[in-house]
């Protein structure tokens, strides 16, 4: 119970700084391959607890840098792993980082993939807003605040980014955070 009202505390500020604009990115070249790997360590023990494969594919580059707040991108990170491992009691969760030559600027593409339960085409459009989590038969028996994927959405636009998400009832989720690699054209904005 302590750990999780401390979750639920330190996903309410990080919503607060981001709402209010005080969170200022500081960016600095950051490895998101280690990054990753040390967010799918952190879970690691729970998700071997309950029998999940976890995976890494850091495909074509094997160790992506990029010019980011690392704060920033880490809570991305943990919070989109926190929801995959939530939502998913079977199978396994995926982090597949890989660059995107053909755009201008080049784009980093960080797809968060997991086996869970799914989510119904007309709930998706509400994901990502505060407190907002898809309530349905299937979600009763988790419980959380609905901040975590919100973090991560105002967290991926303040880095100039995009979040989208792909689901499908009893298969699973993709979440696809596309972030600019290339430090000169990074535009650091306010969330709407």
Request: proline share 7%; with cysteine; glycine share 10%.
């Amino acid at each position: 119970a302590g750990h999780s009202l401390r979750r639920l505390l330190d996903r309410s500020l990080a919503f607060s700084r981001l709402a209010s604009g005080s969170f200022r990115p500081h960016p600095t070249p950051c490895d998101v391959g280690q990054l990753c790997a040390r967010a799918l360590e952190a879970i690691r023990p729970e998700a071997l607890r309950r029998g999940l494969s976890l995976q890494l594919d850091r495909a074509p580059d094997p160790a992506p840098v990029v010019v980011l707040d690392a704060d920033g991108l880490r809570q991305i990170v943990d919070n989109l792993l926190g929801n995959a491992l939530k939502f998913t009691d079977v199978g396994g969760i995926e982090v597949r980082l890989q660059l995107q030559p053909v755009l201008s600027p080049r784009e980093l593409l960080l797809d968060v993939i997991d086996s869970g339960i799914g989510i119904a085409p007309d709930s998706l459009r509400r994901l990502g807003k505060q407190f907002e989590q898809v309530e349905s038969q299937l979600t009763k028996s988790y419980q959380g605040s609905g901040l975590g994927l919100a973090i991560a959405r105002s967290l991926t636009n303040l880095h100039g980014g995009s979040m989208k998400l792909r689901s499908k009832l009893g298969v699973g989720t993709v979440v696809r955070v596309s972030l600019p690699r290339d430090p000169r054209t990074l535009q650091m904005k306010l969330p709407e």
